[in-house]
């Protein structure tokens, strides 16, 4: 087979994002890997197309010139990674773009295996994370600045402006993972006793919460 073309683990593309058991993104042991996926319906982790095959296309992505659809924070959050832009496969990192509206949050989250670095493209956006001993850095960074959020820490941003704000994110992961803090609180099926203890919260309070965090398959 041509240099390239041969296969190993890490140079795959799991199919459906399924999530990695390494603590970090492993080296590739070529210069890139594009999935040739007319093997997806077939295998778990598909074959990298042969190197003679891939084009110019195959690294450039254009799903992010407009926000994507807000969410009842104000949200917009359009990832790129290997599923949705397959020329970043093996190359160790992913991005997203987000947009704010006047007021909008992107909730305290956190990414499990990347760290992230944010630069404003417009706007003005209140952004921090906490570290391990519950002390913020949080600051309103301007359009041309640029933030890192240190790996696995707790962060957030809101727009503090009166016009949209957008961002761009980068993870040294091309799965970095996401956990958003209401949800895996009130959304996980955590026991509710164990809830009302830890919160001081009454049992209605945490149904409350519940019916807006848990899935809305787990409340049928």
Known sequence: MAAGHVLGPEAALPLKSKESTLSSDPDPVQDFCIPNTIYASKLTLVPCKNPKLVTPEDFVFSGIKSPGNFSDTGLSAIPVNPSTFPGLNTLGMSFVRADLKPGGVNPPHSHPRATETVYVVRGKVYSGFVDSTNRVFAKVIER???????????????????????????????????????????????????????????????????????????LN
Not at 151 to 178: D, Y
Not at 189 to 199: H, P, T, V, W, Y
Request: aromatic share 10%; net charge positive; charged share 20%.
């Open 144 to 218: 041309g600045d640029v933030m890192v959020f240190p790996r696995g820490l707790v962060h957030f941003q809101m727009n503090v402006g009166k016009s949209p704000a957008t961002v761009f994110g980068c993870f040294n992961s091309q799965n970095p993972g996401m956990q958003k803090i209401p949800n895996v609180v009130f959304g996980s099926g955590i026991n509710d006793e164990l809830l009302e203890k830890a919160f001081g919260l009454s049992l209605g309070q945490i149904s409350t919460m519940r019916r807006r965090f848990l899935p809305r398959k787990r």
